[in-house]
């Protein structure tokens, strides 16, 4: 079984930038594709941004132009540059990883995004 784990969440100000990294325990050749979403607090969780293994990528609306996914997959590893912060986006980010309907889960890390 894949583990996933993140990393690269913290503090902060509006208008700065974070790195997050979702690295995986094993190979995700054999999942479809990875993903970042997130859940802030009160709110169902959504989808940020995921890519695929060919390489193809989709973003929320919210986050287009400010965010971008990469993987590298020699490292087993899928990240998300966020820009630009915003309050809003103050959420705990979830890694994923899927395969058709499968789907496994990191533990999250949290971004707080200070006014």
């Known amino acids: 079984q894949v583990q996933l784990v993140e990393s690269g969440g913290g503090l902060v100000q509006a208008g700065g930038s974070l790195r997050l990294s979702c690295a995986a325990s094993?190979?995700?050749?054999?999942?479809?594709?990875m993903g970042w979403y997130r859940q802030a607090p009160g709110k169902q969780r959504e989808l940020v941004a995921r890519i695929t293994n060919s390489g193809s990528s989709n973003y929320a609306d919210s986050v287009k132009g400010r965010f971008t996914i990469s993987r590298d997959n020699a490292k087993n590893t899928v990240y998300l540059q966020m820009n630009s912060l915003k309050p809003e986006d103050t959420a705990v980010y979830y890694c994923?990883?899927?395969?058709?309907?499968?789907?496994?889960w990191g533990q999250g890390t949290q971004v707080t995004v200070s006014s």
């Open positions: 094993g190979s995700i050749s054999g999942y479809n594709g």
């Open positions: 994923n990883a899927f395969k058709y309907t499968y789907n496994i």
